[in-house]
């Protein structure tokens, strides 16, 4: 398995999920999850292979090597099967932040209670390797507001909402949505999962 060399841990475990850093052979499934939600995602439209594979070679592979890189993506797993991908993006590395980015296989999606899971499970291993191992302070998220669902698993895991942008996105021609921002701080993590470090 490769390993950010950034990160002195390879993997995140908690139940039967695990964090891992994204994995080559994932790029396809992500493709696919990301062109089936672009609601929910600030990317345009559609990407193809030829798209996605030279996005992996330009700006994923050499993330690895960076002592400051300005993202950590991860493959999450469940049972060792892929089941979603997400990371800490927008890393600001003076400031000690980081925006959280997430996307689950869609089937899994339309599953609420299998959603909440993998949800917390991401934001628990996530936080697990921002704050413990990165010493990050501050993580971040955007939501678009037709996601009630989401905003309270956010919630649940210790994000408070600290602003909402008044129609921010487009999502159609006649139709905007706000975007929400929630933030957790490393205490809030630790009061939401009961971690001490």
Known sequence: M??????????????????VPIRYEDREPIRAW???????????????AEQQEAYFQRVVMPLFNQERPTQLLFSLLHNNELVAYGGLVHISWPDGRAEVSFLVDPIRAANPT??????????????QAAFEHLGVNRLFTETYDIRPAHVAILEEAGFRLEGRLRQHVRLAPDTFADSLMHGQLAADYATAFGSAF
């Open 34 to 48: 990301r062109n089936a939600q672009l609601e929910v995602l600030r990317q345009p439209q559609p990407l193809t």
């Open 2 to 19: 490769t390993n950010y060399l950034v990160l002195p841990q390879a993997a995140f475990t908690w139940e039967n999920y695990e964090l």
């Open 114 to 127: 299998v959603y909440r899971q993998d949800f917390l499970a991401h934001l628990r291993l996530l936080g």
